[in-house]
């Protein structure tokens, strides 16, 4: 068989096997109470951060980028939110609660609805206010200078960025830093992320971004997929190198 | 009531992703028709309806601030200005009248562009606190690859110091294409791995990004 051929089988086969191996690791995780995660610095001072907001009176501003929901980069975004739940579980009984951004219409709205659930959740179903997820650009510069806008102008003290996001992330950042505020960001695209490490105080690079559920505890599905994509990342490490050896010895031969 | 919303949208949206990734996988033609273009096209109808609902939730945001006491929120007063005077000038004169193409020829670029420059310095003004705030392995590395491709870029120094110059350059050569290029793909795979997870666990139902 021509796996180059192929391609739509080899993606079912993939899709396919990832969809068992959550499913094993989630059934052998029920039992479970520790997972050994490794240690990731950004994701403790995130759990510090939420804290200190609260206690402090300030607010977390969780943005969640301009990707479109029909485009892959969708995936980011929602990693975003799955963050902003569990950060509006902590932090929305506070006096600041957390504030959303989005720059996407779709993203708002599911902003709006994440914070919501949240607030449900903690039982203050009635003290939720739609303003705090919103859209403030359409453009990704425009985008940035209203985040920027919510850092300076709403007592805000942790910005969380975590969706599709380009250099405007930059601006973003450097806003945050002259509020002196805590900034742990991530993004699925490459070049932005270099820029995320330069500019942030603690950057996600690569896969971390998607281990945010497991490591903000958002359940059993999130630790998970995570062990699923470790299972499958040394799986493709190994055919790397075996196909990389095969072509070596071809060379010999 | 509050129990059958999350079933609802639960329901819609695990259906809705698992018809769209079928359809990927084996697509369906009804009298000829591809129905997975249809579902992503009504996807993109809604968002468009999402954007018209963000736009009225941005509006709505910044006139109660220039209700609210307090420091008079300059920001939203142009914010809104903007907005009422761009919607008229579109919806009288259409979008592409010579109003709207003035608004954003000579106003909306502008002021992109000039965000955009200021963004080159804030670069430039991060990799310099970088030093300050954590000097590991990674910083330097991350610096000093910055540092060897800014001056093999540079004609300044390729031309003043031709010899240094050539040397550079093969450093460069090598960087982009070794280990810049290895670690990219390396970085690119844990992202589709990632992404996959997560479509995978929407599609599960057991994350829900809608609220439910």
Avoid: C
Avoid at chain 1, 14 to 31: D, E, K, P, Q, S
Avoid at chain 1, 120 to 140: F, K, M, Q, S
Wanted: hydrophobic share 50%; no cysteine.
């Amino acid at each position: 068989m021509n796996f180059s051929e192929n391609s739509e089988f080899l993606a079912v086969l993939v899709v396919a096997g990832f969809f068992l191996l959550i499913v094993i690791f989630a059934v052998l995780g029920r039992t479970r109470t520790t997972w050994g995660l490794r240690s990731i610095p950004a994701f403790s001072r995130l759990s510090r951060a939420v804290g200190l907001a609260v206690e402090a009176g300030s607010r977390l501003h969780v943005s969640i980028g301009h990707g479109n929901l029909t485009s892959p980069g969708s995936a980011a975004s929602f990693v975003g939110l799955s963050m902003l739940a569990r950060i509006a579980r902590t932090a929305s009984i506070s006096d600041q609660p957390p504030i959303a951004s989005a720059g996407d219409g779709a993203l708002a709205i599911l902003a709006q609805d994440t914070l919501r659930a949240g607030y449900r959740e903690v039982g203050a179903g009635e003290d939720y206010n739609p303003d705090l997820g919103r859209i403030t650009g359409l453009t990704p510069i425009s985008f940035a200078a209203g985040a920027m806008s919510i850092i300076e102008e709403e007592n805000v003290s942790g910005n969380i960025l975590s969706g599709h996001f380009g250099m405007e992330a930059a601006l973003i950042l450097e806003a945050n830093e002259r509020s002196g505020g805590f900034s742990l960001s991530g993004t699925d695209h490459i070049p932005t992320q270099a820029i995320m490490f330069t500019a942030s105080q603690e950057a996600l690079i690569g896969e971390e971004l998607y281990a945010g559920g497991a490591y903000l505890r958002a359940g059993l599905m999130h630790t998970a997929s995570l062990q699923a994509q470790d299972v499958v990342r040394w799986i493709l490490v190994a055919l790397i190198l075996a196909g990389g050896i095969w072509k070596m010895l071809q060379g010999f031969f | 009531m509050n129990l059958k919303i999350p079933i609802i949208s639960t329901t819609i949206a695990v259906t809705s992703g698992l018809a769209v990734l079928l359809l990927y996988f084996s697509p369906l033609l009804i009298a000829n028709v591809d129905w997975r273009t249809v579902l992503l096209q009504w996807a993109t109808s809604l968002g468009a309806v999402a954007l018209l609902v963000g736009l009225i939730n941005l509006a709505s945001v910044h006139s109660r601030r220039l209700d609210d006491e307090g420091p008079f929120p300059v920001n939203s007063l142009v914010l809104m200005l903007a907005m009422i005077i761009t919607f008229i000038v579109v919806l009288v004169f259409g979008p592409t009248s010579v109003g709207a193409m003035f608004i954003l020829n000579y106003i909306q670029i502008p002021v992109e562009t000039s965000l955009i420059a200021i963004l080159a310095v804030t670069l430039i003004y991060a990799s310099a606190r970088l030093v300050r705030r954590k000097i590991d392995t990674f910083s330097i590395v991350f610096l000093s690859t910055g540092l060897v491709i800014l001056l093999t870029t540079s004609p300044l120094v390729t031309d003043l110091f031709p010899i240094v110059g050539e040397r550079l350059q093969a450093l460069r050569a090598w960087f982009t294409s070794v280990p810049a290029s290895g670690g990219a793909r390396g970085i690119l795979l844990g992202i589709a791995l990632g992404t996959i997870a997560t479509g995978i666990r929407i599609l599960m139902g057991a994350d829900r990004p809608y609220g439910g």
